[in-house]
């Protein structure tokens, strides 16, 4: 057997060892479901707290002290302008006022209500509003002064005022054609890499651990070289991220089967440059790249730890390494010809972010293939490094030396 | 490949500036059983840990089965580690297949392998049972059917006997004379002798990082003089005139016996003077040093003691 096969083999057999001693156990289907977990979690307390909200917002008003005459103009303006708004983005509903004898006074005291909580209370002639407003209402208050204008301009032109027919038509602006260059898949494709291996790369920090605790380090390194241990160890893992994105890709899949269809209209028009077979597959390759580079990695610097402390330890700069490389890959989608762009896409740990995010952003297919060998060359560099400096640390042994440092017998 | 099993020369290990192991040669000639004997911290470990290719030497060359590089031998080698080490969580018959599956023997072969093995060796109860679950001794002879279910043409073993019983020892060592029966080199490490004593073919004895002998047993043994015990028909004092001068009485005062060292000429001289004298024969033994006598001679009882 050459020796080439014979490395397969057994980096295979590392894999396969830790794939299913991770999978079989009972632990993994709560990392399985973990997502669902937290996310029911989450769901309820955020319904809990968004149902507290919502009742401060069915209280929550903005106040016009105007006129009885100018109250109905009011009103219809506002019917028309509250179109306009995204359901969670509208102004709080509008309460009009008759004027008391100090409509100042009485604005004043719309803030100290027991029926409703104004947001921003509006009083003084149309033409010249004073508006008052507390907390975060600011821009209420403009919404308030707006307002007032259309009143004041339905009021002047009455029946004048010119209908307006609007024909709408959803125009799919060509492949590629992004305006800057910038294309809203790009930012998905960074944030979906970066999302998937801020939870799974991760995990491959403390699996030397085990082998050290157990001694089996060395039943190991006796059959097989440390470098095919790290690399089974990470492909081991990377088999694990693949069933976890497999499971949840068809979940999500299902679910987004069941999206309202004005949301899929909205997804399906989001279309990358390099089209999107191709690019699915560039995503699947750069996800790939992006856990062995970043697992390679956090694998030879948590097979120095010596002990889960130490392990647990490095947990926080590891997230920070991956939030940078995050922000780093999301400006270079931000600004595609820039040299933060050349810069992130050079850049071994930043290059599957950013890569993808070309993919969204630019057709030509060929940097890519130039950027996952570039990538796959740093993965051998890392796992290299991190089983040298295992060996030196674990094993307590360097390489041999060169010849001109040999030492001869004495 | 050759008709050495394993070959070492001038095998230097150097861990920052201490020279742990010091120009260490080795031959280890096919099919036998060798033993390598030290005090604790002689190097018997780091000597066998770069024969293996765990470590890499910082002086000398080896080669394994005729392979220049011990990598390209691997699949042929069996190794027991000091350190015993093996996966809590995996079955005993998955673990002996695993250990089988890193030498490159298909997963079926070995689950099934391990199952005889398991049997022969009186725990086929527990192929199914988790490591965890094992006793150390059981766990300690899993791992060492994990290091033959690929019927390696080399098995090396790190003080294979530690922490083993006396009736797993004796399996232990039938399990190693049943190796070479079947044709494999057998390479092991001990500090007890008398393993060594019973099993080895040859032998090589390391003390402070060097090869301090090599050879049969009977060669370390013979390095020795052998002690003669006597006994006169008619004891008295007077009977020390007729033997050597290194000659003692044996026992408390007044005990008939004597006992010296074999004199280099030969023992004859001694018995005709003494029938000259008189003194008759009412026994003689004479007892030659174990390994154990000659391995203390070879290492040296400071470094015994350094060692300790």
């Known amino acids: ?410 | 490949m050759t008709d050495a099993a394993v070959s070492a020369s001038g095998l230097v290990k150097l861990f920052g500036d201490r020279r742990v192991v010091d120009g260490v040669d080795l031959l280890v000639p096919a099919g036998a059983i060798y033993g390598v004997l030290g005090p604790n911290g002689a190097g018997k470990t780091t000597t066998l840990r770069m024969l293996l290719g765990i470590i890499e030497p910082d002086g000398g060359s080896r080669s394994l089965l005729g392979e220049a590089h011990p990598r390209d031998a691997s699949d042929r080698v069996g190794y027991l580690p000091e350190e015993r080490g093996l996966y809590p969580a995996m079955k005993a018959k998955e673990a002996i297949a695993f250990m089988g599956a890193l030498r490159g023997l298909a997963w079926a072969t070995g689950r099934r392998r391990a199952v005889q093995l398991l049997e022969r060796a009186g725990l086929g109860h527990a192929a199914d049972t988790k490591i965890r679950k094992l006793s150390k001794g059981m766990a300690q002879l899993v791992q060492l059917l994990g290091s033959v279910v690929h019927e390696p043409d080399l098995l090396v073993l790190d003080e294979p006997f530690s922490g083993l019983d006396p009736v797993n020892q004796e399996r232990l060592e039938a399990l190693i004379l049943a190796e070479r029966d079947r044709g494999a080199t057998v390479l092991f490490s001990t500090h007890v002798m008398a393993h060594a004593e019973r099993l080895c073919d040859r032998l090589a004895i390391i003390s402070g990082g060097k090869r301090r002998f090599e050879g049969t047993v009977n060669d370390a043994r013979g390095m020795l003089p052998a002690r003669v015990h006597y006994t006169p028909q008619r004891p008295g004092a007077e009977v020390a005139v007729a033997l050597p001068h290194d000659a003692r009485p044996e026992g408390t005062a007044g005990a008939a016996g004597w006992h010296f060292e074999m004199p280099p000429e030969g023992i004859e001289q001694v018995l005709v003077r003494l029938i000259e004298a008189g003194h008759g024969i009412a026994g003689l033994s004479i007892e030659r040093p174990g390994l154990h006598e000659a391995f203390v001679q070879i290492v040296g009882r400071d470094a015994l003691e350094a060692a300790q």
């Not at chain 1, 209420?140 to 024909?167: F, M």
């Open chain 1, 1 to 410: 057997m050459s020796r080439f096969r014979r490395t397969v083999r057994q980096t295979m057999t590392i894999a396969r060892r830790d794939f299913v001693a991770t999978v079989f156990t009972p632990i993994f289907l709560l990392f399985l479901f973990a997502p669902m977990i937290f996310g029911a979690i989450g769901g309820t307390v955020g319904g809990l707290s968004a149902s507290s909200m919502a009742g401060n917002k069915d209280r929550a008003r903005v106040v016009a002290i105007v006129a009885p005459e100018h109250a109905r103009a009011m009103a219809d303006a506002d019917t028309r302008l509250r179109a306009v708004f995204r359901r969670d983005e509208t102004p709080p509903l509008l309460t009009t006022l008759a004027p008391a004898a100090d409509p100042a006074e009485q604005a004043r005291e719309a803030f100290a209500a027991k029926d409703f909580e104004a947001s921003a209370v509006l009083y003084g002639p149309l033409d010249r509003p004073i508006v008052l407003y507390s907390g975060l209402g600011s821009r209420t208050a403009d919404y308030l002064g707006v307002l007032a204008g259309q009143t004041l301009a339905a009021e002047k032109l009455g029946s004048a005022l010119p209908a307006v027919s609007v024909t709408k038509t959803r125009f799919t602006r060509p492949r590629g054609a992004a305006p800057n260059g910038r294309n809203p898949s790009a930012f998905f494709a960074v944030f979906g890499i970066f999302f998937l291996t801020l939870f799974l790369s991760g995990q491959v920090v403390g699996t030397m651990a085990e082998e050290r605790s157990n001694k089996v380090v060395e039943v190991l390194a006796a059959a097989v070289p440390l470098e095919s241990v790290f690399l089974g160890k990470l492909l081991g893992m990377f088999g694990v991220a693949v069933l976890f994105v497999a499971f949840w890709g068809t979940i999500v899949g299902n679910i987004g089967a069941l999206m309202p269809p004005s949301l899929a209209r909205e997804l399906g028009s989001v279309a990358p440059a390099t089209g999107t077979p191709a690019f699915g597959i560039l995503f699947a390759c750069y996800f790939t790249t992006a856990y062995l580079l970043l697992g390679s990695v956090f694998l030879g610097v948590g097979a120095q730890a010596t002990t889960m402390r130490e392990i647990q330890l490095l947990s926080l700069p590891i997230t920070f390494g991956q939030m940078a490389m995050f922000g780093l890959s999301a400006a270079a989608v931000a600004q595609p010809d820039s040299w933060i762009a050349t810069f992130a896409e050079v850049f071994p740990l930043s290059s599957p972010f950013a890569m993808a995010g070309r993919a969204a952003n630019r057709a030509e297919i060929w940097p890519h293939l130039l950027a996952i060998g570039w990538q796959l060359l740093w993965v051998g560099l890392f796992i290299t490094v991190g089983a040298r400096l295992f060996r030196r640390g674990v094993l307590q042994s360097g390489s041999a030396r060169p010849w001109w440092k040999r030492a001869p017998a004495s």
